[in-house]
């Protein structure tokens, strides 16, 4: 047991210092003032360094080797191949690339700040082909580390988000996707325009939605003996076993953004509260993937909270916190809360029309990592994509197309389809835990989440890292990951209430 | 200069893991839920651990003895000095009784919660024995360290916290408290009590206290844009340069515990936030000691808030946020914030007695290391000095006695002379400001602390540890802590007002 204890040990102590870097990462987007970011950049940057330094010291490569060939007990070898993973994915890129792309990163991210807004698309260019080309060495060394394990370059990058997802398996899923989900936006938004316009416009102070938010996290299963609730520019959830924070932000003029911000990190809180406590501290007993993780949270927020029964159940509540509102019905609250509209920018989408966002990035993130297309190329792609998948001309306006999104110029390539998978892979789950549980829309009309968590905590949450993403899903609802749930729920939503 | 250099690398190095430990401690105290103390006592370990490595790293030894060879300039042998002052303070120490002490202090201070409640003096000495034992054996060994640097062994602990005050300095100190102090307190009550008594029992709010809190902080010349103000069940000041956090707590019967608290905490934070940003991140640029740094909170908090001038000053303000005080006049309120009384627990003790508690403290511990005293001879020492001191029986009371601190129980030997040292030192620097600038008083009735501030920041702060404590008081005073400025200080605002 030596070689396998001593990589343990290595690992927990690894993780203590992450636990240093989430928690000051948390403090510096939620209470640090303005003065401390320099220092608080360069601990953080300290911290990361001894982190790499643990993680690629040069005896882990010899306990490796000898761990593989001591006699483990299944969960072990599960924890050995899931720290060996993590090892693998931090030792695999030559020291000098990784630091090119640190400097490449900060600079195209710094500059893309100014450039969206001035729409600046050549300037943005500059920087970001030096990017893509470092990025394309990072997937290309990525591949050649992993054995064979991956297909082409760009499903390494894949892998570090959203493991056990391939090109191939993304590509055969969101063709399912293009084939129907255009034609159906444009039905479900046909029908919404016959149904009466709901306006909840008025002043919703910060407080009472505090307090509703509160209210409908602890419904939701948040226990604040173990986590909290704060305010940040984006919400976001971090925290370790026993210290789940998430943030979110308000409005003072519509309290829905809020609401289903913080349900939504109450799913990904969740999901980190039910993890197997005996692995914790160690990588099998972390969270599976982004794209896994993206599925509880979308199924708190679209599945559980925007469904007809829960709707009803927060009605009254919702009344409570906001007098002015006790004339609307809960129809009318629904309707509000599941409009649909086609519109250019990704994170304002709901979830009708966002999955098609994805798809538009990602075929051509994908090109672009593969060297099947070039960064110039990007803008006619963008236009014509976003032309035949929504209805809508991008032509020259790079600020609300190509240049939106922070992930490109911060070199995140590989990320963006974790989104949706985690919406397909919510819609999925939530159709199965309905075949395993026939009285579950009665329990979530009464604001009971209590069998849906147990079902998720067994399927989902318990399993850590054991399972890949693809068994998860298949012990779970029977198959991997299909989009005919998304679209049946899609239809059973918009087009059959 | 590469020895020199390399031991400014590692130093900046582990200023930057303090960083991580002193933000997560703050976390701890003022935001963490009950369910992550777990994961943060062990994440706080692995961080001290690691700096305990990096600060007894064996090559420091080598480059402290090269650098010493090395030219220098002035402000580089002072940031050597330093250096190799907290080097050896970690190095001295075996590591078994590190170890050992690290137990007996958690077993003793753990079973004190407990046996303070139960008055059980018995049950505290079976563990306390072995902790004195213990401190004995670390005071030896630092004296033996320092190469003849301390005359006692208590002076060796004594250094920690009061660096160049020793224990031939303080008796002296002391023994002109004593020679003055316990009548001096005689004729205060006596005067007391012929003066109306002020009542402002009432109802005050933690929002307006809160905010009464912020104004006199932005007044005393805390920018929130580099610090900010928290709750936490006790007050604490602590951050880096830039980021000041301080925290009070509110009582909701009274204002003025938790203004002069903020106060208080304020002064700490002036001083850090002042001091040499040149030196930041290195042992040069940090505060001197605790004697020199509670001698800027009691000047705030004792000389600037207490004063008569700025009482009257903040009269309107304090009525602006309790309107039920409009017809307190500023000498009611003076009355009541200078009210003096003797008592048996050290941290109620208002400015006048709380010296005599340290005295007692001092006589009693110093014994104790040095080994001219048993543990079990401590409830007569402090029977009798109590007695003596302040006139008050405590004998069979080691609740209220020998058993009120957790200083003892957790092994800290050498920190309470710093509170009175600061109390001495507060009042020696501000009669040496208004003999420097005659117009000072003016300015504080005006509500203007910038003179105060820039005589402080020029001849303390911004001196970081170049000098010892001693140099520095000469410097900005004249003369070396001497007790005669807090004695006047008293006469003067207790007996001539």
Redesign the interface.
């Known amino acids: 047991m030596r070689a396998y204890q001593s990589l343990v040990d290595q690992f927990t102590?690894l993780n203590?210092?992450a636990?240093?870097s989430t928690?000051?990462g948390w403090?510096q987007e939620v209470?640090?003032?303005?003065?401390?970011?320099?220092?608080?950049a360069?601990?953080m940057?300290?911290?990361h360094q001894?982190q790499h330094e643990m993680l690629t010291a040069p005896q882990l490569g010899d306990w490796f080797a000898e761990a593989q060939q001591q006699t483990l007990s299944a969960d072990e070898q599960a924890s050995l191949r899931e720290m060996h993973r993590q090892w693998l994915q931090a030792s695999c890129l030559p020291s000098d690339l990784v630091q090119a792309q640190s400097l490449a990163s900060s600079r195209c991210s710094h500059a893309w700040r100014e450039q969206r807004g001035k729409n600046d698309w050549q300037g943005f260019l500059s920087n970001f082909k030096e990017l893509v080309n470092l990025s394309r060495q990072e997937a290309k060394a990525r591949m050649d580390a992993a054995d064979g394990a991956f297909d082409t370059p760009y499903d390494a990058l894949l892998d570090l988000y959203s493991s056990g997802d391939t090109s191939t398996s993304i590509g055969k899923v969101f063709d399912g996707l293009k084939a129907e989900l255009p034609e159906l936006i444009n039905t479900v938004i046909e029908r919404q325009r016959r149904r009466p316009h709901v306006d909840l416009s008025g002043h919703y102070p910060v407080a009472s939605q505090e307090q509703l938010s509160r209210e409908v996290m602890k419904l939701l299963g948040f226990?604040?003996?173990?986590?909290?609730l704060d305010i940040s520019s984006h919400p976001f959830s971090t925290?370790?076993?026993?210290?789940h924070r998430i943030t979110t932000r308000y409005n003072e003029d519509g309290f829905i953004d809020a609401l289903m911000g913080t349900v939504h990190e109450t799913g990904h809180a969740s999901y980190e509260a039910g993890l197997p406590e005996a692995w914790?501290?160690l990588p099998v007993g972390e969270a599976r993937s982004m794209s896994i993780h993206e599925s509880q949270s979308l199924l708190f927020e679209k599945q559980l909270l925007l469904s007809q029964p829960f709707v009803r159940y927060l009605t009254p509540m919702i009344q409570r916190h906001f007098p002015a509102l006790k004339e609307v019905d809960n129809d009318e609250f629904w309707h509000a809360m599941t409009h649909v509209q086609r519109g250019f920018i990704r994170v304002d989408a709901d979830e009708v029309t966002y999955p098609m966002h994805i798809v538009l990035r990602y075929e051509i993130e994908s090109k672009l990592i593969n060297g099947e297309m070039e960064a110039e190329d990007i803008p006619d792609a963008w236009a014509e994509k976003m032309h035949d998948y929504l209805g809508l001309d991008t032509r020259g306006n790079y600020k609300d197309g190509c240049l939106q999104d922070i992930h490109w110029p911060s070199g995140a390539f590989g990320y963006f389809p974790s989104y949706t998978l985690g919406a397909l892979n919510a819609a999925q789950l939530f159709a199965a835990m309905h075949r395993d549980m026939e009285d579950l829309d009665a329990h979530l009309g009464r604001g009971d989440v209590t069998p849906l968590r147990q079902w998720l905590g067994e399927k989902i949450w318990s399993k850590g890292s054991f399972l890949s993403s693809e068994e998860l899903m298949t012990q779970a609802t029977g198959e991997t990951t299909n989009p005919e749930y998304f679209i049946r729920h899609i239809r059973s939503r918009y087009l059959e209430g």
């Not at 640090?32 to 608080?40: L, T, V």
């Open positions: 102590r203590r210092l636990h240093a928690f000051l403090d209470m640090m003032p303005p003065g401390g970011a320099e220092s608080r360069q601990a940057a300290e911290l001894l226990d604040f003996n173990n986590g909290r925290g370790v076993r026993g210290d914790n501290g």
